[in-house]
């Protein structure tokens, strides 16, 4: 496995791969969600890249840039084990140079859902992603639903620019207690991790209701908030029912796929979380 620091160097490596190239983004500290990722492209094609890269253009600026877990040396012996081929790891002086000033906006999916509380985001989040394309042209890659405005953003901005990439979105990973698995789970204290399963019980108890025939949008929001509410440790940003492709919020779910997602604070952790429901959810 070789581990890469510039882009001179990413970029001769990718030169020298002839057949498919299958690329996964990550900022690190590494768990199991990654690693689901990096098995299925290892499985689809002939290299595997790994990017880990802290994008600080996503970060707004009381946000956690600066505490961001950093555990590369075991997330090199994780990537060696599940057969990566190539860890690209830029520093931030490499992916942004003093003069850089090119930005990439997607449109309406990036003004709803997490925006409001995270301005900004997503256009550091399309730019790196595009930028971090642009050097390691891969045939496909792999985006975990846990973000799964992150990835509607990254579809929409493949289609709009003709990236040419596949986008092959990877099913949620959680703890056995329904917990989604995140790099941010560590800051959690001992009462704030029990706290935490109050999402996947917040979003179960709306799959249930579903399952059970309710529809009203305004009737499993308000669901969500309540199972959310009786955990003291939770504050809830926000909850959303929205259409699965566009993220527009919905009255009602008839005959479609809509993703309920919610971002919660516990402590002064702040977790997302979300499920699919109806047609293929
Ligand atoms: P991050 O390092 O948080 O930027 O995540 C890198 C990639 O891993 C993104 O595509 C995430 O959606 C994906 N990912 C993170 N956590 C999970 C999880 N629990 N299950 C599946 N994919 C995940």
Same mark, same amino acid.
């Given at each position: 496995? #070789? ?29 199991? /969600? ?5 098995? *299925? ?5 002939? !290299? ?11 970060? /707004?600026? !009381? ?15 994780? +990537?060696?084990?599940? /057969? ?17 000033? &090119?930005?990439?906006?997607? /449109?309406?999916? &990036?003004? *709803? ?13 399309? &730019? ?50 329904? +917990?989604?698995?995140?790099? *941010?789970?560590?800051? +959690? ?40 509410? *009786?955990?003291?440790?939770?504050? #809830? ?17 008839? !005959? ?5 997602? #919610? ?16 047609? !293929?959810?």
């Amino acid at each position: 496995m #070789l581990t890469i620091k510039t882009i001179a160097e990413m970029r001769k490596t990718r030169r020298e791969m002839a057949s498919s190239v299958g690329f996964i983004p990550t900022m690190g500290a590494l768990h199991e /969600g990654h690693l689901s990722l990096v098995r *299925r492209a290892r499985a689809e094609n002939d !290299n595997v890249v790994v990017s880990i890269f802290v994008n600080p253009s996503q970060f /707004g600026p !009381n946000e956690d840039l600066a505490k961001y877990p950093r555990t590369p040396d075991t997330d090199l012996a994780s +990537l060696q084990a599940e /057969g990566a081929d190539v860890v690209f790891m830029p520093d931030a002086g490499e992916m942004y140079p003093d003069d850089f000033d &090119t930005w990439v906006e997607v /449109g309406k999916v &990036t003004e *709803r859902l997490e925006s409001a509380s995270r301005p900004g985001h997503f256009r550091g989040v399309a &730019t790196v992603v595009a930028v971090l394309f642009n050097i390691v042209r891969p045939d496909r890659a792999y985006f975990g639903r846990k973000d799964a405005q992150q990835l509607a953003v990254v579809q929409k901005m493949v289609r709009d620019l003709n990236m040419g990439v596949e986008i092959v979105p990877m099913p949620m990973v959680r703890e056995k207690d329904g +917990l989604a698995m995140s790099s *941010r789970n560590a800051y +959690l204290s001992p009462d704030e991790r029990r706290a935490a399963k109050v999402l996947w019980q917040a979003l179960s108890t709306c799959r249930a209701m579903y399952e059970d025939g309710i529809r009203d949008a305004s009737t499993l929001r308000q669901a969500v908030e309540r199972a959310i509410a *009786r955990e003291p440790f939770a504050k #809830l940003d926000y909850v959303s029912i929205a259409d699965a492709e566009t993220l527009d919020e919905l009255d009602s779910i008839e !005959n479609r796929e809509a993703l309920v997602s #919610l971002a919660v604070y516990v402590g002064n952790t702040r977790l997302i979380d979300n499920v699919t429901l109806g047609e !293929n959810g």
